[in-house]
């Protein structure tokens, strides 16, 4: 096959996965695009994209041909607005500022408050079970996100801290490739920032904080006092909603799957293979993006370089060739190796955090709640990166 012919063979598509009403459904999109090709031109926003997660995988890991530092945004302003953040590095830059994450959210450390967790995740489930009937997103799953991670973060405790919560998600729409959608979001990123600035500095930010290790990291010279502000944008952002989405859409899972509830009761085993079920058929982070450093094949078909390329971590983890019977949900299936928290150089840090919090959650539900079902329509809002729940009411029993 020549390379002309190759390029010739790049598959198009003109589907809008950014509509609002595309990503409250992506996955039927997700499964044409990924029965098109190894990779798929999205003409109405001259992007590429990979969906199948054995193309995903690899490029998340291949940062010398995928690149961060052009930016994971899908449009230039956003891409700009985030310079300096860990987000948009590739080694060596990324290495540097990554240290002050690992630092900070080094298991170890994080075992150190694996007692607090573990007690408030009880108290909750405790109040929960006596009212029955509650919103699992805003009283089960928010709760530790905002008591726990904000304080560990070393966010102010006043008025404005939770606001955060809904400007992150704003944040992270914004990143989508440009639209009236994508744009309407630019009033959160500013109030974003206008708190970053105000109140994520050493002389405000609680004491032992993460926090206070980034600005400790810039005292010795190893960040500048931009990647500081954007390494506490990071932590706001990717830190507190993708936990809340991973937990909520797992007990909706959970609800809608007695069955699968009654396995986890069993067997405490199988609390974790809920939860990473769950971020594997929901996953938090859909889609980030990476720009080709040069011509990159992919079995047979060549994305050229300078190419801004969707890696869809969503659409990964519903792969049929991956993960037989992919939008079923199994709490055995173990899927250990799911896109959710990434490859390579950017995998998440907080995945330790994050899976603290969600196994103390639902190990407490297994252990004094026998039925959990819904207790009517959930709601969402559509988000061009992030995928969870605004509400979800469920009773138990
Ligand atoms: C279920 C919860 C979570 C999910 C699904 C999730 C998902 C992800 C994903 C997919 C990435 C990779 C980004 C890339 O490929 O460019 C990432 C990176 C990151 N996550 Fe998480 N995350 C979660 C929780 C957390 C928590 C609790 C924290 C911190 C408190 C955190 C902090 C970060 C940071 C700082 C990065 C950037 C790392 C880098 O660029 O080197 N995340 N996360």
Redesign the pocket.
Known sequence: MTSATSQGLMPESDVDLFSPAALMDPYPHYAVLRSLGPAVHLTRYGLYGLFRYEHVRPA?VDWERFS?AEG?AMNPRTNELMEG?????DPPL?KS??KV?DE??RPKYVRQVADDIERLAGELVDDLVARGTFDGVRDFARKL?VDI?LD??GFPRDEEREKILDWALGAFNFMGPASDFQSSSLPDVQELMRYLTTKATPAKLLPDS?GQIVWAAVERGEITENEALM?MS??A????D??I???SSTLWLLAQHPDQWAEVRQDPAAVSGA?MEG?RME???QT?A?VTTCDVDLDGVTIPAGATVV?S?GSANRDERRYPEPDRFQVRRNPSDS?????????????A???L??NALFGALAERVEKIEPAGEPARSPNSITRGLESLPVRVA
């Open positions: 998340l961060s994971v953040s860990i987000l948009g590095m990324h500022v990554r994450f900070a959210l996100p991670v560990l973060i993460f390494t990071a932590y952002c990717a830190g507190v993708t936990t989405a991973g937990i939860f971020l996953a938090p982070v980030f990476r890696l971590y896109a959710a928290f990434g490859f390579g150089v950017h995998n998440c840090p907080g995945r955090l994050a899976t919090e969600a």
